[in-house]
């Protein structure tokens, strides 16, 4: 990949160009983000009265429980204060997928996954966490990791 970067004549306007055969999910985030003027790096999240910015690539899944939705890191546990399908719409485009009513995982933090009997996975997390995976969402986890059919 070649990037040429100019600088505009006095008077033009700052422009961006980007010439390829096929836009893949890595550029149309950054396209977004440039586009939205805010980068999704980072998530404020809450540990008791405090905020902080915690990378995204840092969680390892989103967990609702009464009312409230957490976020969990390696050592740590965060309220979000968004509801979980906000999350989702959010983190549509990246390694996070919705994997039952309650949760939300992100497949990079994904050790390996062992089928149950009742076509539900058991998804062991990097951290040593088991989380279930509902039959209903495993189709599009299995496409999400090009795995099966």
Sequence with gaps: ????????????????????????????????????????DTMALYADESIRMVPIREILYFDA?????????????????????????LLARSSFLRISKNAIVNIKAIDHLSPEFNGRFIASLKNGENIIISRSYVPELKKKLGIGK
Aim: charge should be negative; proline fraction near 3%.
């Design 65 to 89: 429980t009464d009312n409230h939705v957490f976020a969990y890191t390696q050592g740590d546990c965060f309220d979000t204060r968004k509801k979980l399908f906000e999350l989702e719409e």
């Design 1 to 40: 990949m070649k990037i040429t970067i100019e600088t505009p004549l006095p008077g033009e306007e700052d422009e961006i160009i980007i010439r390829m055969a096929e836009l893949d999910d890595e550029v149309l985030r950054t396209i977004r983000r440039l586009k939205d003027g805010k980068g999704t």
